[in-house]
T-cell receptor, first 114, second 109 residues
């Protein structure tokens, strides 16, 4: 399809394991965002890429969270030594340009830490 | 205090009713977005606006920049409109979105 694709859709991990979440943005989109959405709440910003450059990572909650976009297209969000409070839906969004643009969202990855 | 606040948190309506969801924000913005989220997580962008009013089908979004307030209206509501509606802003300082908590709308037949 032509939309933003995220995988896996669901991920269950034991506390302490490392996880990797993947985002395939719309082809040609310059900007890519990661958001975290806890149950019953609005999404919260994690990090932002413009092409391969990570321009803002101020929303990452700890140094266990790491994101990359090495070739300016696919992005991976990695969480090391997962904890229960990491359980959430992780949303990826992309936009054609930077700045004031509509963002196109993927369906998210629902992460459950046991 | 959240930078983006929505009201009401939950709204139940009968099919055919006119619905209004409100959003207030406290930061400088370059645009305000209304988004729709169905169960399962997928978010769809409904409107992006920086002034005035936009209409798409039965949906109308308005914004008052001076009062830092926006409304989303749904005319002739239908059960398929049941979803979470989220207000978000793009702050003047950057590209990322800052979200409200969302309004859970249920339209009963």
């Amino acid at each position: 399809g032509a939309g933003v694709s995220q995988s896996p859709r669901y991920k269950v991990a034991k506390r302490g394991q490392d996880v990797a979440l993947r985002c395939d943005p719309i082809s040609g989109h310059v900007s890519l965002f990661w958001y975290q959405q806890a149950l019953g709440q609005g999404p919260e910003f994690l990090t932002y890429f413009q092409n391969e450059a990570q321009l803002d990572k101020s929303g990452l909650p700890s140094d266990r969270f790491f994101a990359e976009r090495p070739e300016g297209s696919v992005s991976t969000l990695k969480i090391q030594r997962t904890q229960q409070e990491d359980s959430a839906v992780y949303l990826c969004a992309s936009s054609f340009l930077s700045g004031n643009q509509p963002q196109h969202f993927g369906d998210g990855t629902r992460l459950s830490i046991l | 205090k959240n930078e983006v606040e929505q009201s009401p948190q939950n709204l139940t309506a009968q099919e055919g009713e006119f619905i209004t969801i409100n959003c207030s924000y406290s930061v400088g913005i370059s645009a305000l977005h209304w988004l729709q989220q169905h169960p399962g997580g997928g978010i769809v962008s409904l409107f992006m606006l920086s002034s005035g009013k936009k209409k798409h089908g039965r949906l109308i979004a308005t914004i008052n920049i001076q009062e830092k307030h926006s409304s989303l209206h749904i005319t002739a509501s239908h059960p398929r409109d049941s979803a979470v509606y989220i207000c978000a802003v793009t702050e003047t300082s950057g590209s990322r979105l800052t979200f409200g908590e969302g309004t859970q709308l249920t339209v009963n037949p």
